[in-house]
């Protein structure tokens, strides 16, 4: 024997998740569009204070720097959709004459689909940087994030201070 359940039985389900009566047994959920919870301090974890933020309509992309590491980290907390996982991009690549390098721990990517940040990404950002046989010194880093609603296109440079001898 198949059990009936009532609208009425539909709607006090929904009702107790947090839907309204339109989205019950759609299997859709309303984003949660507070503020995030989340902090760059928090994500990019002891010791990292902040650089830099870049507004890019639904997200804030950070960059943090943590002096007794010598390492820069960038997170892109959501401002939009907070809570429903969406597509978020973070980056951050060393310099190297003027460019992002590549390579390991030269810069990372995340890309993913997240309910409320990507990253953290980490590089250690100065000191000397040893390509081949050459070897100079490199401070700055390029940075960047975007959701799947914003990109900004502009290249984003820091240069850090740097170490001392």
Not at 13 to 32: E, I, L, N
Not at 86 to 109: E, N
Not at 139 to 158: E, K, M
């Amino acid at each position: 024997m198949k059990k009936k359940t009532s609208v009425v039985t539909g709607a006090i389900v929904a009702a107790a998740r947090g839907c309204d009566a339109r989205h019950a047994g759609s299997g859709r959920r309303r984003s949660r569009q507070g503020p995030n919870p989340y902090k760059p301090h928090a994500v990019c974890g002891s010791g990292y204070t902040f650089v830099k933020r870049v507004d890019i309509r639904t997200a804030d992309v950070y960059l943090m720097w943590n002096r007794q590491k010598n390492t820069n980290c960038v997170v892109t907390l959501k401002k939009k959709d907070v809570g429903t996982p969406t597509p978020v991009t973070v980056s951050l690549h060393r310099a190297v004459d003027g460019r992002p390098a590549t390579g390991p721990g030269l810069g990372s990517i995340q890309r993913g689909s997240f309910k409320y940040y990507a990253g953290p990404v980490y590089v250690r950002a100065t000191g000397a940087l040893r390509l081949g046989n050459a070897s100079h010194l490199e401070t700055c880093v390029f940075w960047a994030g975007s959701t799947s609603h914003d990109v900004d296109p502009g290249a984003w440079i820091h240069c850090n201070p740097r170490p001392r001898d």
